[in-house]
């Protein structure tokens, strides 16, 4: 394959979605891939689309509920923008109707808070590769 | 599945051999068809050249018996016919013979280049056509043609003669030539046939093993499906396949016929197997689900943490008409071929009693976990008192026991045994609730439910004290579990574990440090607060000579004391709004003296409350028909207050927590009577009610 030479190893570009300024930074700090680079976070659904245009991710991790457009919007519109990109949903998922219906607008993966740093790893590493 | 693959590699190798046995069969049908038409044909002109063999010999027969007969003046036309037929004869069967094939033709040319030369010498004779004889007178003789005839005849004769050996060769060897081909020929038919009889046998055999093969197939079959079947009627969990259109297969398990309530299942869709089972959002969900299973990006695990169906909720009948709420959980494997997603395999199985249980298990946990946080947060309060308190419930409940435990057979017997539990019940049950040991006193309180319901039975026997002894086993479990946290915590508030781990020398240290008195005095103080506090009628409860209380009467004591308090909180003092209209002031007043005198001990317990009517006594009375109407009427006021220390007597119609079972003062009575003492009444309607207890010195008294 072609990863032999280092220069088609582009990074992975992962874009945060959360409305709690916690969780994005836990989510930033915890990732422990040397290939993956963290283009943008995101407070909410609009800051998302608007950073996913700017910065063209790769991968998102997305939470749920959030104020003004919530995730599943979000991921609908996403998806739209950019067929193909891979999504983490990160939520406390209440009840599994709404893990459907995100999995049917295009969610590629799920993760349950609270989540461990073990579990979060390798939720990505799943979508990385 | 592995030997399927063998096995259509071997039906396919049998299958090319027969037809290659069939193809062989054919090739030796057309070769022996051909090989006999041509032998066939051989034996024709084997037939004429054997023919031709004969004719030189007979030619010159025929010549030479013309010749005698021309020189013995017979008559010649027969013999010439017959010549002339011979020489015919042979130009056709000659002629016949160049035109086939297979005839040695040098031979036979050979043979046509010696027959040639006859006709020279024959054409002569056969063309004669005159009158070879002249009759005389003198007599018959040769005429002259005849004598041409004859000399012709003769030099014919003599050709053939010489002639005759070698063209027999010729004809000889083309005979021999064709009977050689001919024979030949059946022996390669032969070999042929041969060839055939080995095919039809190997075809005969090959057509058996395939038979066999496919017998032994078959039956391997059959009993794959039986296997199939047994399992599908056997395995408790429903199963089915999905295909893409999302129906259910045509073989799916006999549980879902228990589990669905239909048979129906072959094509139907999953939606419909749901539907009238769940909501209408469930059922969206399921189905979304289910299609997304057929997706690229369903991954086992992934799916299975969204399955919305994990444990599902459904309504079935219950086979007796009636409706079960049942808890189902699918589970959804995919199976996968070549061409992706082939089927889903779904499992149902019933979890009713699983989640049953991890509910029970769940409502157990909470309320141990309520309880504990009752218990500590009242043991924080006072873990002294609690313990006191366990010691003397120990005991009480251990008289409960025994009164259970009492053969009874009369309906009187069992009317006292009722009795006894009520009062024996009743006290702990005032001091847990002094205490606010709510958990506790709410138990006692449906024990005295469940023995008072006894109470109004007509007929008893010993089965009908079966739930109480369960309950009590309860209570005292509960009891043991308190215990258990009060050692806990006054260990913990001691800072020192206990020595000997026992579990009631830590309470007992606790106990030594404080007085009898002062445990009293508190345990009195706080069912105060919690009386006024429940039935809202705020009163000051003065206590007075407490100390002077010797310790052998301390329990007694105690326990009237808490059962006087109770009487005087429900029935003593007022509500707000009579004290008001009686200018009294809203704060009851509640005062226990405790005095040593020569002769013994003096209790006096009294309340500024409503006091007692003598008139309400004798009603409630005969209420309760413990007096008839006329009785009631002859008694003087000082007999009707002593009703009170009447057992079953009291004054409230509806039963709560503190008073109104018609057990109290008759409790009281009893203890004092039990250490020699005596109670006595004295009261002023709207004033006051003043209970004074007698008792004799403690050193006089066996009773310890």
């Known amino acids: 394959m072609s990863s032999d030479t280092p220069l088609d190893r582009r990074p992975v570009k992962l874009l945060i979605v959360d409305d709690s300024n916690i969780v994005r930074r836990r989510i930033e700090r915890s990732q422990q891939f040397d290939d993956l680079q963290v283009v943008g976070t995101a407070a909410n659904g609009f800051e998302a689309l608007e950073l996913a245009r700017r910065t063209d991710p790769d991968l998102v991790t997305m939470d749920l509920t959030m104020p003004q457009m919530d995730g599943i919007e979000c991921i609908t519109r996403l998806v739209k923008l950019k067929p193909g990109l891979r999504i983490l949903v990160i939520s406390a998922l209440a009840d599994k109707a709404t893990a459907v219906e995100a999995m049917e607008r295009g969610a590629n993966g799920f993760l349950n808070k609270p989540f461990s740093d073990r579990q979060l790893n390798e939720a990505i590493a799943e979508l990385m590769y | 599945m592995q030997s399927s693959g063998a096995d259509r590699v071997r039906r396919l190798l049998t299958a090319a051999a027969g037809a290659l046995l069939a193809a062989l069969m054919a090739l030796v049908l057309i070769v022996g068809f051909r090989l006999a038409t041509r032998i066939r044909a051989n034996v024709a002109l084997l037939q004429r050249a054997s023919l031709l063999e004969t004719y030189p010999s007979a030619l010159s027969q025929q010549l030479t018996a013309l010749r005698e007969r021309l020189g013995t003046l017979e008559y010649t036309g027969g013999v010439h016919q017959e010549l002339a037929d011979s020489v015919a004869g042979f130009d056709r069967n000659l002629a016949a013979l160049e035109r086939r094939p297979g005839v040695d033709r040098p031979v036979l040319r050979a043979a046509g280049r010696l027959w040639k030369a006859y006709t020279p010498v024959l054409a002569p004779v056969l063309a004669y056509s005159g009158e070879p004889y002249s009759d005389t ?91 199939t079947r047994d399992i599908l009627h056997t395995v408790r969990e429903g199963l089915f396949l999905l295909d893409a259109d999302y129906r259910i297969g045509t073989v799916w398990s006999q549980a879902l016929t228990h589990l669905f309530g239909r048979e129906d299942f072959a094509g139907l869709s999953f939606e419909e197997l749901l539907r009238d089972k769940v909501s209408p959002a469930t059922l969206v969900t399921a189905t979304k689900y289910i299609k997304l299973l057929w997706g690229e990006r ?13 444990q599902l909720e459904v309504v079935l009948d219950n086979g007796r ?41 769940h409502e157990a946990q909470e309320s141990a976990h309520s309880q504990i946080d009752m218990m500590v947060s009242m043991l924080h309060s006072d873990p002294l008192q609690v313990g006191g308190f366990l010691d003397t419930a120990a005991a009480g409940l251990k008289h409960v026991n025994a009164i259970l435990k009492e053969p009874a057979r009369s309906h009187a017997e069992f009317s006292r045994k009722l009795t006894g539990l009520s009062r024996e019940l009743h006290s702990i049950k005032g001091e847990a609730s002094a205490l606010n040991l709510m958990s506790i006193a709410q138990r006692v309180h449906h024990l005295e439910d469940m023995v008072e319901e006894l109470k109004g039975k007509s007929e008893l026997t010993g089965n009908d004290f079966l739930p109480v002894v369960l309950k009590l086993d309860e209570l005292l479990a509960h009891l043991r579990a308190v215990r258990e946290v009060i050692l806990r915590l006054s260990t913990l508030k001691d800072g020192t574990p206990s020595p000997e781990g026992t579990l009631s020398s830590p309470i007992l240290r606790l106990r030594e440090r404080a007085s009898g008195a002062e445990e009293l005095a508190a345990t009195l103080q706080g069912l105060a607060r919690k009386l006024a506090e429940d039935h809202g009628k705020p009163f000051t409860l003065s206590l007075e000579g407490l100390e002077a209380v010797p310790a052998a009467y301390l329990p007694t004591v105690k326990d009237c004391l808490i059962q006087m308090l109770r009487n005087a909180a429900v029935h003593g003092i007022e509500p707000d709004a009579v004290r008001r209209a009686g200018s009294k002031s809203v704060t009851g007043l509640v005062r226990v003296q405790f005095r040593r005198l020569e002769s013994g001990c003096e209790l006096v317990f009294e309340d500024d409350g409503a006091g007692l009517s003598p008139e309400t006594l004798k009603e409630a009375a005969v209420r309760k028909q413990l007096l008839t109407a006329e009785q009631a ?22 039963v709560s927590m503190d008073a109104g079972r018609g057990t109290g003062m ?39």
Request: with cysteine.
């Open chain 2, 298 to 310: 369903a991954h086992e695990n992934l799916m299975k943490s969204i399955n919305p169906l994990g």
């Open chain 2, 633 to 654: 009427a002859e008694l003087d006021n000082r007999s009707a207050l002593a009703l009170i220390f009447k057992p079953g007597f009291s004054t409230r119609a509806e």
């Open chain 2, 137 to 227: 007178d003198f007599g018959s003789s040769l005429s002259v043609s005849g004598k041409i005839y004859y000399t012709q005849v003769r030099r014919a004769e003599l050709f053939a003669q010489s002639s005759a050996p070698a063209l027999h060769r010729r004809l000889a060897a083309l005979s021999a030539a064709l009977q050689q081909r001919t024979s030949s020929a059946a022996s390669r038919l032969r070999l042929l046939l041969s060839v055939g009889v080995l095919a039809v046998l190997l075809l005969g055999a090959a057509a058996a093993y395939l038979q066999l093969a496919r017998s032994r197939g078959e039956r391997a079959a059959r009993a794959a499906e039986e296997q």
């Open chain 2, 666 to 704: 008759d409790v009281v009575a009893k203890a004092v009577y039990a250490l020699g003492g005596r109670i006595g009444v004295s009261t002023h309607p709207g004033r006051f009610t003043r209970f004074k207890i007698a008792l004799p010195a403690p050193s006089q008294t066996a009773v310890a």
């Open chain 2, 321 to 361: 008409g009636g409706k079960e709420t049942h808890y189902l959980q699918f589970n959804f494997h995919r199976v996968v071929g070549p061409q992706g997603v082939k089927h889903v395999l779904c499992t149902v199985a019933d979890i009713t009693s699983n989640v049953m249980l991890a509910r029970e298990l």
